[in-house]
């Protein structure tokens, strides 16, 4: 039979290709320790400038800054979109773009215009097909993100939202919830949501404030919102390298059944070349 | 046995220092401080500059911090540094550069388009040719 020897040829590029998945699995593997890593390395931060935030809230109502006013109307939003540079982490970024386009329609119905500001080269593709004001955008940033990076970003969204551009901004990232789950998810950044323990209550103390609240105050807020986006990254990271190792796990699985596969397929080839040749010698030899 | 405060110094990229501290040494934005237990609530921005921490074995460690903030509160110090220069000027040159990449990116979006244009006819000309050669088949038979 023909096919023998092509079977064999695709059995070695199948092996090939199994090892370079195996390989990508293992890689993702060690990546996706050292990525969770960091994104409990970034989490004492931004809990602790939410404590001083709180209290400073508490201390000073006298004065809010814009990023905690409540007041406006909402005619349009903005979108910080998080996502991986690179493909082959299963459905990672689709399912978050996917929850995005429901977000997209939802806000389109209720007439609410969107803006968009872009990190990873994923989600800048997405939106080239999909249509959408991107505003900014950042992309390579690569295993070990620099929130250096994300200030430009993120300022430009905030500059919006001052200048009444915008009336609120959210984050749409994956969460990791364990390695085999990652959640997309579209958080609420700015206006900061006030939750019970920013209402005056209890004994107030105050701090002694150098130079003065109101511009500690626009630091501190500046800072957080900007950790909020760093960890947002961050853990989106953890998520693509933990979706790239279960889908690079399911594709040296795949390819290990389809070797499986073909070496019977090659077996039963060789076998009916054998019979065929022996069958052939036979019938010459009683024909003579 | 002096009288300590915990001293946390942490910044958005991990936790840098955490332990106990007799005195806290920090470049603030009004001038130099010195921060001892049981210091008065306070809050202020940091300069760039040398942090120093007097441990309760009376060693001096040292930080470098590029700015950040600083919280005092009588039994706990916390320096939230950042971990690039700040200033308003370097900010906004960031967000421009952010703006002109997201235009530019935006404005190769041409090329790329045409390139899926092709490819959507190119499939569609596979895909009529595919059904010439069916009927062809059929009328050979």
């Not at chain 1, 386009?101 to 609410?112: A, D, M, P, S």
């Not at chain 1, 109101?214 to 957080?224: I, M």
Request: hydrophobic letters at 40%; a neutral charge.
């Amino acid at each position: 039979m023909a096919g023998a020897k092509e079977i064999r040829t695709k059995i070695a590029s199948i092996k090939s290709t199994q090892k370079i998945t195996g390989a990508m699995e293992m890689v993702a593997a060690s990546k996706m320790r050292r990525a969770q890593d960091r994104m409990n390395a970034s989490r004492p931060y931004a809990e602790k400038m939410l404590q001083v935030i709180r209290h400073l809230a508490k201390a000073s109502p006298e004065y809010r800054h814009s990023f905690m006013a409540q007041s406006r109307e909402i005619k349009r939003v903005g979108y910080i979109v998080v996502s991986s540079d690179r493909g082959l982490c299963g459905g990672l970024n689709s399912n978050l773009f996917r929850r995005l386009v429901v977000e997209i329609r939802e806000k389109q119905n209720e007439g609410i215009e969107t803006r968009f500001c872009t990190i990873g080269s994923k989600a800048l593709g997405f939106f080239r097909r999909f249509g959408g004001k991107v505003e900014a955008q950042v992309t390579q940033l690569g295993d070990k993100p620099h929130i250096e990076d994300l200030i430009g970003t993120v300022r430009v969204m905030l500059n919006l939202f001052e200048q009444g551009e915008i009336d609120a901004v959210y984050i749409a990232y994956n969460e990791f919830v364990n390695t085999m789950t990652q959640r997309p998810t579209i958080r609420q950044l700015v206006p900061l949501k006030a939750d019970d323990e920013m209402r005056p209550s209890g004994p107030v103390w105050d701090y002694i404030y150098e130079p003065d609240a109101r511009l500690v105050l626009d630091n501190l807020l500046l800072r957080y919102i900007e950790s909020l986006v760093y960890q947002a990254v961050v853990e989106n990271g953890a998520c693509e390298q933990a979706a790239r190792m279960v889908a690079m796990k399911a594709a040296s699985d795949n390819a290990g059944n389809l070797i499986d596969e073909l070496q019977l397929v090659y077996n039963k080839a060789r076998q009916a070349a054998i019979t065929q040749e022996i069958s052939e010698i036979v019938s010459g030899a009683a024909a003579v | 046995m002096a009288m300590t405060v915990h001293v946390d110094i942490v910044s958005a990229e991990g936790a840098i220092h955490s332990g106990l501290a007799t005195m806290v040494y920090a470049p603030g934005e009004m001038g130099e401080l010195g921060i001892a237990a049981r210091h008065s609530p306070l809050i202020t921005r940091l300069r760039p500059g040398d942090v120093r921490v007097e441990n309760d074995h009376g060693e001096m460690e040292h930080f470098y911090v590029s700015g950040g903030m600083l919280e005092v509160q009588p039994d706990v110090v916390t320096v939230l540094a950042d971990t690039a220069v700040r200033a308003e000027n370097i900010d906004e040159a960031k967000a421009l550069e952010a703006k002109r990449r997201a235009e530019d990116a935006l404005a190769g979006q041409t090329a790329e388009f045409e390139y899926a244009k092709a490819q959507a006819e190119l499939a569609e000309a596979i895909a009529q040719l595919r059904a010439i050669e069916k009927l062809r088949k059929m009328k050979g038979r």
